[in-house]
């Protein structure tokens, strides 16, 4: 055998080898490809009646939300009759009650001094000078009965 010969076979083996090599690695491809095109097929049956759950979902928040929005908008408007009705009261029965709760008053306080003065022959207490003994007021005739 000659080196060319021998440099023939050595090239012959490398490439059997490679080939080989080659038909495992494409026969592991095609497996992969056999399990991904399987678990795609899966998910696909699956994720159609969940995506039709989820629109379905979607549809019956939606009305619920129109719903909501119907509420609030009406509740709104009651809120803005409320408050133009507590102006218009305001301003129509404030000022007078005002008036008639100051003349309550001043009557009250007029019919008050009325009755103190009322049975009594000396002048209204507020005039007379008021001595403090131990945290009480003490009237001025009495204020001459403990100096003595």
Do not use: C, H
Not at 55 to 72: F, G, K
Request: aromatic residues 4%.
């Amino acid at each position: 055998m000659t080196g060319g010969e021998v440099a023939g076979i050595l090239v012959a083996v490398f490439w059997a080898i490679l080939v080989s090599f080659l038909a495992v690695v494409l026969v592991r491809l095609a497996q992969t490809l056999k399990a991904t095109t399987k678990l795609v097929a899966d998910v696909t049956e699956q994720a159609v009646p969940l995506l039709s759950d989820a629109s379905a979902t979607v549809r019956s928040a939606q009305t619920q939300l129109d719903r909501v929005d119907a509420i609030a908008s009406d509740v709104q408007e009651v809120t803005s009759n409320a408050s133009a009705l507590s102006t218009t009261v305001a301003s129509t029965f404030g000022g007078p009650l005002v008036k008639v709760a100051a003349f309550g008053y001043g009557v009250r306080k007029a019919l008050g001094r009325g009755r103190e003065g009322r049975g009594r022959d000396e002048a209204p207490r507020a005039s007379a000078p008021r001595t403090v003994v131990v945290g009480r007021t003490v009237p001025s005739a009495r204020r001459r009965k403990q100096k003595g």
